[in-house]
């Protein structure tokens, strides 16, 4: 099947990841930015063009269709999801994919900023792709393969599978979801229209790797609210809101427990954001950890740091406002493997090793799977990501179509 699906992946990622579709926390619409829907419209087109059935582009900004199942018998309803939106903070300006035919394993420079150099000593698994075609952006953006790469991924699966229904599958559903980069979007999935027992989200990285366990996450808001008044006027009578946040985030651990200085299975507190005057400021951070109990420690530690510092300036008023994000998903998938062991039957079948890292982030599937659909991660080769360093090699994508097609013949199997 080598090469199969290459030039459609090459030609849907570059498409895909000009389109801007960057998400906005602050907003209150739904999605998040009208620019994510201008991709929405665009692949529903396509889904409808390719002959998917039920194709709607709901309310909330997600498109759903249905690829009709081509074997009989009760078979579990499958679906499969990626995001159309792209990361907030990184550069500005409008994507321009380039694409590096068959690399050669020499540095590669980026046109838009020359202080940007890739290369293997900086991303060690672009050693392992010599004469693969790389796609990058230019410099001044990310690229936006996360998750552009599991767009094109799905989209190209789909058309493959309605254009052989000698292949075997059951019933399979497509959605494309908006907001999963500020941890919005899936909470107004219709699971009625999603309609599945089982999902994937087509969001990981490198070939081979299935990931059933992430983090749990909160977020939370300190918001600090001074003494105003004139400048000129001030002593005795001002409390700066903006020299409190200094000294708050000076009194959160520093050597640990941030995300520049912890790894693997350790969670971290990570002030991300902050904002305001001297008449009151809001500080942003997110909490992170692979166990539920460590990451209430994580909050508690900032509220008592929280507590501390108004001691020190009563005449202030600092609250801590702590909300969930999503739970590890392994709470419940342990409960049912399948979806993860039919993925490694067919990595064993095709020679690929299964990898299963637990990932320090979150998917779309960490709270679709909360919500009872159970839906592991599967990788797309997207690297780098959230950077304007970020590749991914098109023979990686064209292994991950690959294994898709073996995957739904698996599950039809009883």
């Not at 809001?282 to 740091?305: A, N, Q, T, W």
Request: proline share 6%.
């Amino acid at each position: 099947m080598s090469n199969t699906f290459c030039p459609e992946l090459e030609e849907r990622l570059v498409r895909y990841t000009a389109v801007e579709t960057t998400s906005d926390e602050t907003s209150a619409t739904m999605p998040s930015t009208a620019t994510q829907l201008e991709l929405q419209r665009m692949l529903q087109r396509e889904l409808v063009d390719i002959g998917a059935s039920d194709v709607q582009l709901d309310a909330n900004g997600f498109v759903y269709a249905t690829i009709p199942a081509t074997a009989g018998g009760d078979i579990p309803r499958v679906a499969l999801l990626a995001h159309v939106d792209t990361v907030a903070g990184v550069g500005a300006g409008p994507v321009k994919p380039r694409v590096h035919r068959a690399y050669d394993g020499s540095p590669i420079v980026f046109p838009d900023d020359a202080l940007l150099v890739l290369m293997p000593e900086i991303s060690p698994y672009l050693d392992e792709k010599i004469g693969d075609d790389i796609i990058t952006a230019s410099g001044g953006t990310l690229l936006g393969a996360d998750d552009k790469a599991g767009v094109a991924i799905i989209m190209t699966l789909a058309r493959h599978l309605l254009a052989h229904p000698e292949i075997p599958h059951g019933e399979l559903r497509i959605c494309f979801t908006p907001d999963e980069e500020i941890g919005t979007g899936i909470r107004k999935i219709d699971l009625q229209r999603l309609n599945a027992d089982f999902a994937y989200t087509l969001d990981g990285a490198e070939v081979g790797e299935i990931v059933y366990e992430t983090f749990s996450a909160d977020k939370a808001t300190v918001t600090i609210t001074g003494v105003s008044t004139h400048p000129g006027r001030a002593k005795g009578k001002l409390v700066n809101a903006l020299y409190l946040a200094s000294r708050l985030a000076q009194t959160l651990p520093h050597a640990k427990l941030t995300p520049e200085t912890t790894d693997g299975r350790q969670g971290f507190l990570h002030l991300y954001k902050q904002e305001g005057s001297a008449a009151e400021c809001k500080m942003h951070f997110i909490l992170r950890d692979f166990d539920e109990e460590k990451l209430m420690e994580h909050g508690r530690l900032l509220e008592s740091v929280c507590e501390t510092v108004q001691m020190t300036e009563p005449r202030a008023r600092i609250t801590c406002e702590i909300t969930p994000q999503y739970r590890n998903m392994h709470y419940w998938l342990q409960n049912d493997m399948r979806p993860v062991e039919y993925v490694v039957d067919v990595l064993n079948d095709m020679g690929i090793e299964p990898l299963s890292p637990p990932i320090r982030g979150g998917t779309d599937g960490s709270q679709l799977t909360e919500m009872g659909v159970p839906t592991p991660n599967l990788f797309t080769g997207m690297q780098n990501i959230h950077s304007p360093l970020e590749w991914v090699s098109v023979q990686d994508m064209e292994k991950s179509v690959e294994v898709l097609v073996g995957l739904v013949q698996r599950w039809a199997k009883k």
